[in-house]
């Protein structure tokens, strides 16, 4: 796990706890590109780490942004594998919510 040395000792053991759930390590950096206060790329497939990026222009103190983003991992881990559900948009699930939206159901 790589983070911030200017992290509080709360997020350091929420970041633990992130780990120790998903079994994948955290990496928090700053992203001045960043057009947000923060966003959030979790591990998976070819990704073995999750990344959270925060803008340090935007953010004065990045603790609340980076628990903010651990809640969403832990959300998404907490269920057993079986049972978890990735609302990531493909093609399929788009056009499924498009037609009835569309009227053309």
Same mark, same amino acid.
């Given at each position: &796990?790589?983070?911030? %040395?200017?992290?509080?000792?709360?997020?350091?053991?929420?970041?633990? +706890? @992130?780990?120790?759930?998903?079994? *994948?390590?955290?990496?928090?950096?700053?992203?001045?590109?960043?057009?947000?206060?923060?966003?959030?790329? &979790?591990?998976?497939? %070819?990704?073995?780490?999750?990344?959270?990026?925060?803008?340090?222009? +935007? @953010?004065?103190?990045?603790?609340? *942004?980076?628990?903010?983003?651990?809640?969403?991992?832990?959300?998404?881990?907490?269920?057993?594998?079986?049972?978890?559900?990735?609302?990531?948009?493909?093609?399929?699930?788009?056009?499924?919510?498009?037609?009835?939206?569309?009227?053309?159901?």
């Amino acid at each position: &796990m790589t983070t911030r %040395p200017d992290l509080r000792q709360a997020t350091v053991d929420l970041l633990k +706890l @992130v780990q120790s759930v998903s079994g *994948y390590p955290t990496v928090v950096d700053e992203n001045r590109d960043l057009q947000m206060t923060a966003a959030l790329r &979790m591990a998976c497939g %070819p990704r073995p780490v999750h990344v959270i990026e925060y803008n340090p222009d +935007l @953010v004065s103190e990045p603790d609340y *942004y980076v628990a903010v983003q651990c809640g969403h991992i832990l959300r998404f881990f907490a269920p057993p594998a079986s049972e978890r559900k990735d609302l990531a948009a493909t093609t399929h699930g788009l056009e499924s919510v498009r037609k009835p939206l569309s009227g053309k159901a």
